[in-house]
């Protein structure tokens, strides 16, 4: 199994701020890669697929970026709504996997 | 706007099975261009991708889950189920149905929409 490691566990941030996390897998898995937002007791919401496509409705404040085995995802200027647990997901093959998320606090 | 909607109880015991359906609405689980997934959360934790379903019935299921697990489709009803056996505390978390999106000739997919989940919890 393709196994995806994020980083940091968890940050702490402030509105306005540019945020990074990284997402990297076990192997080369070229752009197959999403990336997505958790609430706390929501569902998952699609943010990016393949590595770098933003899904239709989310915010042009939130890229993707990375191809093989280093992947971010960037926020450009953190708002409000954004404070949530991110997790990114490999497509490559099966098992699909994600990664084990990042957590977003406010500072 | 397509939504999905877990079901099934929220309880099972110890080496018993546990069994949810999911119902779309607002779209055909007939579509060509989507698959059906179920993804499941253990309390606190991250997420596991149990398996996929086409509207065919061709079916994809995580290796580590493949003998205990169950997907089956309804087209009829626009439904889709998970049956999973002999389940342990280990089991416990909610699950979470899926809309798939597949790009053909490529392992491009994602999972949007998302349901919203269902917790059920193993006891002994």
């Known amino acids: 199994d393709i196994q995806m490691t994020q980083s940091p566990f968890s940050l702490s941030a402030s509105v306005g701020d540019r945020v990074t996390i990284t997402c990297r897998a076990s192997q080369s898995i070229s752009r197959y890669l999403n990336w997505y937002q958790q609430k706390p007791g929501k569902a998952p919401k699609l943010l990016i697929y393949?590595?770098?496509s933003l899904q239709s409705g989310v915010p042009s404040r939130f890229s993707g970026s990375g191809s093989g085995t280093d992947f971010t995802l960037t926020i450009s200027s953190l708002q409000p709504e954004d404070f949530a647990t991110y997790y990114c997901q490999h497509t490559y093959n099966i098992p699909l996997t994600f990664g084990g998320g990042t957590k977003v606090e406010i500072k | 706007q397509l939504q999905l909607q877990e079901s099934g109880p929220g309880l099972v015991k110890s080496s018993e099975t546990l069994s949810l359906t999911c119902t779309v609405s607002g779209g055909s689980i007939s579509s060509n261009d989507f698959y059906w997934g179920w993804i499941r959360q253990p309390p606190g934790k991250g997420l596991e991708w149990i398996g996929t379903i086409y509207y065919s019935g061709t079916t994809y299921y995580n290796p580590s889950l493949k003998s205990r697990v169950t997907i089956s489709v309804d087209t009829s009803k626009n439904q889709f189920s998970l049956k999973l056996s002999s389940v342990t505390a280990a089991d416990t978390a909610a699950y979470h149905c899926?809309?798939?999106?597949?790009?053909?000739?490529?392992?491009?997919?994602?999972?949007?929409?998302w349901g919203q989940g269902t917790l059920v919890t193993v006891s002994s």
């Open positions: 899926a809309r798939q999106r597949i790009i053909p000739g490529t392992t491009t997919n994602w999972f949007d929409p």
């Open positions: 393949a590595a770098s």
